[in-house]
């Protein structure tokens, strides 16, 4: 089966070609320049900028797998989560296409298809993923932190999530307070990797706490107090790089202590992550040292894989159509909270 994916949730327009378990093409074009301005994601702008580049983006993408519109067996768009108006672009391109076509088509939630992103580079995701199953899933971005239990193909069941702020929006609005460049979060990995990250203690939300729920905003309270306290750092390098490491090495003390607990917990020896945040570098060290210390295996999404892309989208897609083909009417609308399970 070979299906066009569209994802528009957010900021960046992407479209894909896969063909089974292949991906034959990933096109993404990012908006991070656009919204760089305004030191975050404008809603009414995402939108504008998906609707002027959705069609050259699905063209280049059908392009690149040599495959044209009538060759397609299916599509598939993001449903939800995401911002509204983003979300409509991509899903009502989809439809249309999918009727004008006369083919199947498929919403499909962003954040399931985030949980198979892992398998998408190099291997075919048949090759090994019974290899990777039961295992927890962390799936940590900007707008959500998560973790599931993915007990087999297509089953799963979220154990927590954030209660207040994502890890990347605690990353970008530390960043902002610092005054560093949106996106922030790569912004304070890269100084990071030059710093201390025990130079300045800084809070760890719920990181003794029982359940596998999060919460970064009081980390975020914190940074802001520390500024305020603190101004003359904001001008020194060093301790700019060492304010930037103590801060990232709070928010991934979190992030993988409570993986690794619900891990246990469940008796498993399996973890994967996903999502933007999975590109940051502190994260892959220390979930890679806390797996291999314990003897598990551990599957992260490529760097490129980790942001929003139509490569997951497609992946899922064709595994749900191949496995039970749930198509779907082509009046659905979209769902911008659509929880996971």
């Given at each position: ?127 090994d993923f019974a290899a990777f199953v039961p295992n927890v899933s962390l799936i940590v971005s900007g707008g959500h932190t998560m973790l599931v ?147 598990w295996q551990l599957r992260l999404a490529s760097r490129s894989l980790c942001t929003d892309n139509a490569a997951m989208i497609g992946i899922l ?25």
């Amino acid at each position: 089966m070979t299906l066009l994916a569209i994802e528009t949730s957010c900021d960046e327009t992407s479209a894909a070609v896969v063909s089974g378990s292949r991906v034959l093409s990933n096109v993404v074009s990012s908006q991070i320049r656009l919204h760089a301005e305004y030191g975050g994601v404008v809603p009414e702008l995402a939108a504008r900028e998906h609707l002027r580049n959705l069609m050259p983006v699905v063209q280049s993408a059908l392009r690149d797998a040599g495959v044209s519109a009538h060759q397609l067996d299916a599509v598939a768009a993001t449903r939800g989560p995401g911002l509204p108006l983003a979300l409509l672009v991509g899903f009502k391109a989809a439809q249309a296409l999918a009727f004008v076509l006369q083919k199947p088509f498929l919403g499909v939630n962003h954040h399931e298809a985030h949980l198979y992103s892992p398998w998408i580079a190099g291997t075919p995701p048949e090759a090994d993923f019974a290899a990777f199953v039961p295992n927890v899933s962390l799936i940590v971005s900007g707008g959500h932190t998560m973790l599931v239990h993915v007990a087999s193909e297509l089953q799963h069941r979220v154990l927590g999530g954030t209660l207040d702020d994502a890890a990347g929006e605690c990353f970008d609005k530390s960043g902002k307070l610092l005054g560093l460049p949106y996106p922030a979060g790569p912004e304070i990995d890269r100084l990071a990797a030059a710093g201390n990250p025990q130079a300045y203690d800084f809070p760890r939300p719920l990181l003794n706490d029982a359940s596998d729920d999060f919460s970064f905003s009081g980390l975020k309270t914190s940074v802001r107090y520390f500024v305020r306290d603190n101004p003359a750092l904001l001008g020194d390098t060093r301790k700019m790089c060492d304010l930037c490491a103590s801060v990232q090495a709070a928010i991934v003390e979190v992030l993988v202590t409570k993986t690794i607990r619900a891990t246990r917990r469940l008796g498993l020896r399996c973890v994967t992550a996903s999502g933007g945040v999975t590109c940051n570098e502190a994260l892959r060290r220390e979930l890679t040292r806390a797996c291999a210390a314990r003897g598990w295996q551990l599957r992260l999404a490529s760097r490129s894989l980790c942001t929003d892309n139509a490569a997951m989208i497609g992946i899922l897609a064709a595994r749900k159509l191949a496995h039970h083909p749930p198509i779907a009417p082509l009046d659905d609308d979209i769902k911008t909270a659509w929880a996971l399970d």
